[in-house]
């Protein structure tokens, strides 16, 4: 069945620290993964994609890593700013089937 | 700003009743994704065409349904609404054939759904 899960629902950090959000996923066939940010009223925007050839890719104060031993992604916002406060989600992009979604972690920042 | 119209952005209707859901994709995306997402829910997967025609389907209700026109607009249309279809309802596009050829996904603002 469908199993991208998301280890926390919630995730509060400080202003100016660094963010990370942690994602499972169980289809070892899934070659492709994209995370993807949803603010409040607003449709999910694409942040950052890796395939399954890579472990790490980096964006602006992102970066996605890949561990496909243990099944897990991750995405790190370096320098949290209030901007960044959204529902994450990472979505498994199992080949030749649709694209599955997690349940979503709502990244809260304290000023 | 992905380049993704869904219209209207919110919609208010009651029970037993049908509404249609617009879609413009992406200048040159061939493919449309409908999505449902209910509150604390992640994002469901309803259904995909690709230059017109059905290319996936995921947990569509036998209530909804949806096309692509030639001109590439898609909608999704919903009747004999019941409470539980209140949801955001987001479209959205890729150039290709999506899942199959590793693309990602633009969306669109969603559509806000309440049935009363």
């Known amino acids: 069945g469908e199993s991208v899960g998301l280890h926390l629902p919630t995730l509060s950090v400080q202003e100016g620290d660094n963010s990370i959000i942690n994602c499972a996923y169980s289809?070892?066939?899934?070659?492709?993964f994209i995370w993807y940010k949803q603010e409040s009223g607003k449709g999910p925007q694409f942040i950052i994609d890796i395939r399954s050839n890579m472990d790490k890719r980096q964006g602006q104060r992102v970066t996605v890593l890949l561990n496909k031993t243990v099944k897990h992604l991750s995405l790190q916002i370096a320098a949290t700013q209030p901007g960044d406060s959204a529902v994450y989600f990472c979505a498994e992009n199992r080949r030749a089937q649709k694209l599955v979604f997690g349940q979503g972690t709502r990244l809260t920042i304290n000023p | 700003d992905s380049g993704v119209t869904q219209t209207p952005k919110h919609l208010i209707t009651a029970t037993g009743q049908r509404v249609t859901l617009r879609c413009s994709p992406r200048s040159g995306d061939l493919s449309v994704y409908w999505y449902q997402q209910s509150l604390d829910q992640g994002l469901q997967f309803l259904i995909q065409?690709?230059?017109?025609?059905?290319?996936a389907k995921g947990n569509i209700l036998e209530r909804f349904s949806a096309q692509q026109f030639p001109d590439l607009h898609s909608e999704l249309n919903l009747s004999s609404l019941e409470l539980g279809d209140s949801a955001l309802y987001f479209c959205?596009?890729?150039?290709?054939?999506?899942?199959?050829?590793?693309?990602?996904?633009?969306f669109g603002s969603g559509t806000q759904l309440s049935v009363l």
């Open positions: 289809n070892s066939a899934s070659d492709y």
């Open positions: 065409y690709y230059n017109g025609e059905e290319r």
């Open positions: 959205a596009s890729s150039v290709g054939l999506g899942a199959q050829t590793n693309e990602k996904l633009f």
